[in-house]
């Protein structure tokens, strides 16, 4: 079919974030639109996250928190259950009684529903998946124009960005020769080459977050023997989730006005206040016989809001200071993986630490040899490994993420990226802010690509309230509210 005519809206990436627009606009609009999803890869729904094959790969919150219709906060859990998921995937139970489907499992549910509002909507909506990779967009007043890997140019009223964030980068150490190397691995997810590795190589994972837990319970569930190291500049790992789970569903505590923390501190301005208050309320729980859980959700609520209004040096001062810890709390580890991580430690098998790594160089039978350099005490060692996984977090900036359309975007001046490095500035409606300084009416950016801007944007439940928020506005924008 060849896709000349102008669409209403084109979507560019279909991942959870493309998918989770096209099936409310969908839904939402007051009259049938023409929707084009641009994904090159074969489904629609399931973007890098949500299409890990891997059985012990899961979702880092319970299956209540991944919505994307808020009319049906449920719909995800009703499809496990009718799937039979529930009952045979008993591994996804943890001791709270609360159901870590695996990241596959959600990705079938996310490419089934957009094939679901494919076939029949309530509006009458067209959805189409473009089959493709958007290569270039030119902005006017009031349309779009997309050039595609194949030379194609489509046209829309409204074009959204929700290509999220890139590979992580190779580290400037591993550049050069080293990346070369067959024990050098780029790419996290290369679930085949992570198996095919020698079960006793001694391995170093850069990085401890939650890609470096993916990656060792990958390692575990291959039985791989040899020792691992896990090594970051803070050497912390994600944190554990709540042992005593919320009654309100993570919707109900979005819709709250202002957020609860806000409500009880006002609208604070720097960053050492925020943490001031988070800390007595920390405290003020505790008395209670509470973790700090709750004190911090409270703050995660509010954070969207907070952030937007933060002076431009105080979101720059948290990004340098404070962003591990909060992402540590933030998101945190599912209690499945958390284990095999225990397992490991305890058995003398994985070690955690927070190291600087001054240099790596090629050694023997394609391994890598590492000096690191302990944060604690000045000391700096050597170590030989047979492979090295990068699991740095991925490249959220723009101008050098290799990806052409958002190279593009950020070379002309269509959409500037956020001061802060963290993907692209928009306004609070996700419009584009372009390089005049103008919001694009014809470019909306959403997802972990608008994480400079709000801070809280990187994870379904916040991408679904990030859509919610601006829908409105979008259907009022294509006529159609
Ligand atoms: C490994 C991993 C696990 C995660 N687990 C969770 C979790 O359990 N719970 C949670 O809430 N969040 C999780 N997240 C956060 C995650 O970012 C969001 O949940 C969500 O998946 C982001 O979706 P997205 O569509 O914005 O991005 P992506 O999933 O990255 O999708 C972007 C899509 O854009 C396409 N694309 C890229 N460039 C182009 C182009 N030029 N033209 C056309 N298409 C293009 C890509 O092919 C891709 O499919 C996880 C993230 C990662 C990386």
């Not at 691992?228 to 009654?247: C, E, F, W, Y």
Request: some cysteine; hydrophobic content about 40%.
């Amino acid at each position: 079919m060849p896709f000349s005519h102008a669409f209403d809206v084109l979507i560019i990436g279909g991942g959870y974030s493309g998918a989770a627009l096209a099936v409310r606009l969908s839904r939402e609009a007051r009259r049938a639109l023409s929707v084009g999803v641009i994904e090159p890869r074969d489904e629609v729904g399931k973007g890098v996250a949500y299409s890990a094959v891997h059985p012990d790969y899961r979702l880092n919150g319970p299956d209540a928190v991944h919505i994307v219709m808020p009319d049906r906060p449920n719909d995800f859990h009703d499809w496990l259950q009718r799937e039979g998921i529930l009952e045979a995937d008993f591994k996804g139970w943890a001791g709270s009684g609360v159901f870590f489907a695996r990241r596959a499992d959600f990705g079938r549910y996310m490419a089934e529903l957009f094939q679901g509002h494919q076939a029949v909507n309530g509006t009458g909506t067209d959805l189409i998946h473009i089959h493709a990779r958007a290569m270039s967009l030119v902005t006017g007043h009031d349309f779009s124009m997309v050039t595609l890997d194949k030379g194609q140019q489509l046209t829309a009223r409204l074009a959204v960005l929700a290509t999220s964030n890139e590979m992580p980068a190779v580290p400037k150490t591993f550049q050069g020769d080293v990346r070369l190397q067959s024990g050098f691995f780029p790419n996290p997810w290369d679930l085949d080459r992570l198996a095919a590795l020698v079960p006793d190589a001694p391995i170093l994972v850069l990085g401890t977050g939650l890609t470096a837990a993916d990656v060792i319970t990958a390692l575990a569930f291959h039985g791989h023997t040899g020792p691992i190291d896990a090594v970051s500049r803070t050497g912390l790992l994600p944190m554990d989730q709540n042992p005593m789970p919320d009654k309100e569903t993570m919707w109900e505590r979005f819709l709250q006005k202002p957020p609860r923390f806000i409500k009880k501190h006002g609208a604070l301005t720097n960053v050492a206040d925020i943490l001031r208050c988070l800390r007595r309320d920390i405290v003020d729980r505790a008395a209670e016989g509470k973790t700090w859980h709750g004190a911090f959700d409270d703050l995660r609520d509010a954070v969207r809001t907070l952030w937007t209004d933060l002076p431009l040096a105080e979101q720059q001062r948290f990004r340098r200071h404070l962003k591990s810890w909060y992402e540590t709390r933030r998101f945190r580890i599912a209690p499945q993986v958390q284990a095999v991580l225990d397992d490991y430690q305890k058995a003398g098998r994985l070690t955690i630490s927070a190291a600087r790594i001054t240099s790596a160089r090629r050694s023997e039978g394609g391994g890598v040899a590492v000096t690191f350099r302990s944060r604690a005490q000045d000391v700096t060692w050597e170590k030989n490994y047979g492979a090295v996984i990068n699991c740095t977090g991925l490249n959220t900036s723009p101008d050098d993420s290799g990806n052409p359309i958002m190279e593009q975007l950020a070379f002309t001046g269509a959409a500037i990226p956020h001061p802060t490095g963290h993907g692209f500035l928009v306004d609070r409606e996700c419009r584009a802010i372009s390089a005049s300084g103008e919001p694009q009416a014809a470019l909306r950016i959403i997802g972990p690509l608008t994480r400079g801007t709000f801070m809280e944007s990187g994870s379904v439940p916040a991408i679904s309230y990030q859509i919610h928020k601006i829908m409105p506005d979008v259907l009022a924008a294509l006529n159609a509210s």
